[in-house]
């Protein structure tokens, strides 16, 4: 069975400063990863997604993640944080099967002070 | 880019009604869509893959009589939430698969969810 953990259930960075937001996951195979963003009251948005090609995959709104087999983990980093960054975000595992269902992790707040 | 709209955005009702939710995607073709239950400061858990022209496929301990999805056009699924009671209130979100690309390249396009409160 497949599986992700997020390590932090709340993140909070000042403005300006690194995010760091962790994701192990569980898979007998090569996984597809993505992480997701939700902002409040609102459906989930995309930031990135690995599929087997480069381990280091760059999104949007200047967020990145790391693909890392020998530690089983796909942390979700950004250089600098602005205050729209608050929102939660979610790790995600897609399943093999031939809905390819979505797996989610139980998320991170992410707080982001003035 | 794709979008995928979901309609209402909240809705309050009183107990032992049914409340139809919608969701439609706008620009794209969807023969496969999902329906999602959110409770408050937790993850999303999956309810049921709702296949266009067939019936849909409910994860372990959903009650299909209860929660009805209809999946009649490629572009709109529905989820009926019937005699709706206080622990059905819940936020409610779909997706639907983009068909661009294959397999699991292909996107997951979210809708921004409904609020349903029972009272």
């Known amino acids: 069975a497949q599986s992700v953990t997020q390590l932090d259930s709340h993140v909070s960075v000042s403005e300006g400063t690194p995010v760091l937001l962790r994701c192990n996951y569980s898979?007998?195979?090569?996984?597809?990863l993505f992480w997701y963003v939700q902002h409040p009251n609102k459906g989930l948005q995309l930031l990135l997604k690995?599929?087997?090609?480069?381990?280091l995959v760059k999104g949007i709104n200047g967020f990145e993640a790391e693909f890392k087999k020998s530690e089983t983990s796909f942390h979700l980093t950004k250089p600098s944080a602005h205050m729209s960054d608050a929102a939660e975000y979610f790790c995600?595992?897609?399943?093999?099967?031939?809905?390819?269902?979505?797996?989610f992790g139980s998320g991170t707040r992410l707080l982001v002070r003035p | 880019g794709a979008v995928v709209s979901q309609h209402p955005s909240r809705v309050i009702c009183k107990s032992g009604t049914s409340v139809k939710i919608e969701c439609r995607s706008l620009?794209?073709?969807?023969?496969?869509m999902f329906w999602y239950r959110q409770f408050p400061k937790q993850s999303l858990m999956l309810m049921a893959t709702?296949?266009?022209?067939?019936?849909?496929?409910?994860e372990q301990g959903v009650e299909k009589d209860k929660f009805l999805i209809n999946h009649a056009s490629l572009t709109l699924s529905t989820l009926t939430v019937t005699s709706a009671h206080p622990e059905d209130s819940s936020f409610y979100i779909c997706?639907?698969?983009?068909?661009?690309?294959?397999?699991?390249?292909?996107?997951?396009?979210f809708g921004d969810g409904t609020r349903l409160s029972i009272l």
């Open positions: 709702s296949n266009e022209g067939s019936k849909a496929t409910y």
């Open positions: 997706s639907a698969r983009d068909p661009v690309g294959t397999g699991v390249m292909q996107p997951q396009h």
């Open positions: 898979s007998s195979y090569s996984p597809s």
């Open positions: 995600v595992v897609s399943g093999r099967d031939s809905s390819y269902k979505l797996i």
């Open positions: 620009d794209f073709q969807a023969t496969t």
């Open positions: 690995y599929t087997s090609a480069a381990t």
